[in-house]
């Protein structure tokens, strides 16, 4: 499950009992509700492989030699002090779609579904068309026009 995955992953990194250089391997959601939570990003084009609903644990590859973690279970039973986050967002995730039409389509559908609109489609100040959205546990994930 996830401690297997990040073994593989660490592994890569590691020359004798030393890591080389801190490299970027996984990041991860800590999640209430993992079939809810997956919902939400199938719509942003992310597949799972099947039974991934009924998971407590997720990890799934997703290029570069990046990983990406769903976790029910993953702050409770290994961080004693872990209390949910509060107040706002504390990371973004971001996905480049198709222009600025696909952008609309995507918060539309998104927002329909009853996820909060964080920001409606605009023009950032740096010239970038954008939407921004909460996902199911309050992640603000910026759907971006690539």
Known sequence: MIGASRIVVC???????????PTIAMFGFIVEDMARSLAFYRKLGMEFPEGSDER???????GGGLQMFWSTVFAAK??????????GYRMLIEFFVEGH????ALYESLT???HPGHKPPCVTD???????VDDPDGNTVLITAG
């Open 11 to 21: 592994a890569d990194v590691l020359e004798g009992d030393h890591v080389s250089k």
């Open 56 to 62: 407590e644990g997720l990890v799934i590859p997703i």
């Open 78 to 87: 290994n961080d004693p002090k872990w209390t949910p986050p509060s107040g």
């Open 101 to 104: 039409d696909a952008v609309d």
């Open 112 to 114: 329909s579904d009853g």
């Open 126 to 132: 740096f010239g970038a068309y954008m939407a921004m």
